[in-house]
């Protein structure tokens, strides 16, 4: 019996540790494939996969030195292996991916200068005037932050994925309830974070808990745009810049050796995934050819209607597009001195024919929309919003030079 109850217990330790390595091990789905389901699984599951893992390898342990039961080295070689499968994931996410929601420091322009470079790309989200930009080297590793008194009072993060090329402004808040963030997985070439909370799920691209679906009431979308760092500069000459450095080797050595590991994986996997059309994970259940996979697209909804945009398509089109999206006129510019491109709503009467980089335009003040996916590739876009219009011009002829 106890040779029966030593070998079941190794069998089900390394059956759970291979699990939560598999699936929650990111770079582990360069190897294996990996279902979503399982992904959704591991991460509702987290703290019992590690448990189970720990806990049977345990059992196998004192079976074996108290009974005399199975075999020793069997039993040294499968508890290091477990060990290691349950210890690389967890390290990965909850130490290298250690996300900042409320303690992200942001920094002048004139300090972020020595970390940025004038044509970088930056994500923006800004309220009443108090505008952050976030490097895409910056967020890439912690993938959240924000600060505890929020973007001018409103309790608004960055989220990030890099293999999306993705930066998304959120209210973490569903149904008046305030989220505890955290970096868990990607599926599909996009981040999964989970509410600490509640346990569940939380795709970015849609920003709704997966028990309650794609079109559930999610968080708050933060309206967010992309600029060059010298565009950001210009509309912005008090704003603040995230930079995430590395803490240095004599005061945390630990951190040190962590950070400078994980920047050299994320050098390993997305120097490529950036620069080719090859896709690191090949986790895509969508595939459209009417553009190529990283083409970025400024992709948004409205209601349920999608649609998404090429800044080489607004540009050839003076700079102006007048569209109706789920019903509301829109309008796409591209605003050359800030190096930006701006989707916004037009709720007068007539289509707009100028606009200016603040919404500024001869139908009023016009707010951004706020579901735009700033800067994402095509074929993670599509991958999620695969029913998506491409560069839609219901109004054509109407449009003219951007401000």
Known sequence: MWEVIFW???VSATSASFTYFRDLGDITQRFFNVK???????????????????????????????????????????????????????????????????????????????WVRPEDS?????????????PDYHIKRPHIAGTPDGLDGENVVMTYCCLTHLGLGFKPEIEGRSLDLEVLAQHGNNLIMKDMTTGEPIQQMYGTRERDGRWAQGMQSWPTFRMSFRGFEKAYPNGKVFLNKIVRFRKNPVLFLL?????????????????????????????????????????FNVGRDSTAYT??????????????????????????????????????DRPVACVGFGGESDQGRLSRVET???????????????????NRMTLVGEATQAA
């Open 8 to 10: 079941l217990a190794l």
């Open 36 to 114: 979503r389901r399982r992904v959704l699984f591991a991460i509702r599951h987290e703290n019992q996969l590690i448990l189970a893992g720990f806990g049977a390898t345990a059992v196998a342990g004192m079976v074996h030195y108290w009974q005399g039961a199975g075999i020793g080295w069997v039993l040294v070689v499968v508890a290091a292996v477990n060990g290691l499968m349950l210890a690389f994931p967890w390290i990965w996410i909850h130490g290298g991916l250690r996300n900042q929601q409320s303690h992200a420091r942001y920094y002048s322009l004139e300090d972020a200068k020595d």
């Open 122 to 134: 930056v994500v923006v989200i800004e309220n009443r005037g108090e505008a952050r930009a976030h």
């Open 259 to 299: 950070d400078n590991l994980v920047e050299a994986v994320f050098l390993w996997g997305t120097v490529p995934h950036h620069g080719t059309e090859k896709l690191l994970f090949e986790t895509m259940s969508v595939r459209d050819d009417r553009l190529s996979r990283k083409t970025l697209v400024w992709g």
């Open 311 to 348: 800044e080489d398509f607004i540009r050839e089109n003076g700079n102006l597009i007048n569209a109706t999206v789920g019903g509301r006129r829109i309008v796409a510019a591209y605003h050359p001195e800030y190096e930006s491109i701006g989707i916004y709503y037009n709720d007068g």
């Open 372 to 390: 735009v996916k700033a800067g994402a590739y095509w074929c993670v876009w599509v991958n999620f919003f695969p029913e998506t219009d491409l």
